[in-house]
């Protein structure tokens, strides 16, 4: 409740109220803090790393990783926030649209080289990353099973860059 919330926090429910609408108001300030330090965290990691199959990996890597050391952030976001109508025109998800262009443009960018194949639309590998992420993490999440960021991110891009990667000549 508001009030568990104020009495954890330290302060008065009121002054919770002077600042956020209501619980989802708060919810959503908690993750738009959380995505706009984990955008630039993300941002930083992926400077030096060469092609974009490598790029892919390292987000992968590190977005299953927030989900597995960040339960809280990770239920908050796929089972609290996502579920509800509003959630399509926050401030949140405006960061979430950020993270999933420059998946986007990593994709894009791997289509250019020739190191991702081009006959399949590049959004909807992008839809299939991300769905894939949530969905490996997810029971592990709501179950707060142990995840393995390494083996999963190593299983996940075995499946998925097998079959976005161009074929060598051989």
Request: glycine share 6%.
């Amino acid at each position: 409740t508001t009030a568990e919330i104020a009495k954890t926090a330290g302060v008065t429910e009121a002054l919770i109220y002077k600042y956020f609408q209501d619980k989802r108001d708060l919810l959503h300030q908690l993750l738009q803090e959380y995505l706009e330090e984990y955008i630039i965290q993300f941002n930083q990691d992926l400077k030096g790393i060469k092609g974009a199959l490598n790029k892919l990996r390292k987000l992968i890597w590190t977005h299953i990783n927030v989900y597995s050391t960040n339960r809280v952030f990770a239920r908050i976001l796929l089972i609290e926030v996502r579920n509800h109508q509003d959630y399509y025109h926050s401030d949140t998800y405006q960061l979430v649209k950020v993270y999933s262009n420059v998946m986007l443009e990593l994709i894009e960018e791997g289509v250019a080289k020739g190191e991702i194949r081009s006959d399949i639309p590049m959004k909807l590998m992008r839809q299939c990353i991300l769905g894939s992420i949530e969905h490996i993490c997810l029971t592990g999440i709501i179950f707060n099973r142990e995840m393995s960021p390494d083996q999963l991110t190593d299983d996940l891009c075995e499946f998925l860059f097998k079959g976005i990667e161009t074929a060598e000549d051989g």
